[in-house]
Nanobody
Framework: QVQLVESGGGLVQPGGTLTLSCATS????????MGWYRQAPGKQRELVAR???????NYADSVKGRFTISRDNAKNTVYLQMNSLRPEDTAVYVC?????????WGQGTQVTVSS
């Protein structure tokens, strides 16, 4: 059974930092395209950051320079470090694992940026 479990969300003040974790089981995350998406109330789900072929990464323009995606293949875990958080970063952050013919999603973790 494949599971993606996110953790690390919470309430943080503007300018603060959070690090999200996505622990996977049932797959070898190193062979999947792993990424983070987010969905704010009333908005569509959008890509935040992901690993692409060759180990490269791509980021949404709105988070470039502030967020960093990383992975620990030995732990089958992917991380999202979020710095300089803004109120507009408030959303449910969801982990995704994709490979040809398969697409898995976690339940998500809430991130709220507010003073």
């Amino acid at each position: 059974q494949v599971q993606l479990v996110e953790s690390g969300g919470g309430l943080v003040q503007p300018g603060g930092t959070l690090t999200l974790s996505c622990a996977t089981s049932g797959i070898r995350s190193s062979v999947y395209t792993m990424g983070w998406y987010r969905q704010a109330p009333g908005k569509q789900r959008e890509l935040v950051a992901r690993f692409i072929s060759g180990g490269s990464t791509n980021y949404a323009d709105s988070v470039k320079g502030r967020f960093t995606i990383s992975r620990d293949n030995a732990k089958n875990t992917v991380y999202l470090q979020m710095n300089s958080l803004r109120p507009e970063d408030t959303a449910v952050y969801v982990c995704n694992a994709a490979i040809v013919g398969k697409d898995y999603w976690g339940q998500g973790t809430q991130v709220t940026v507010s003073s």
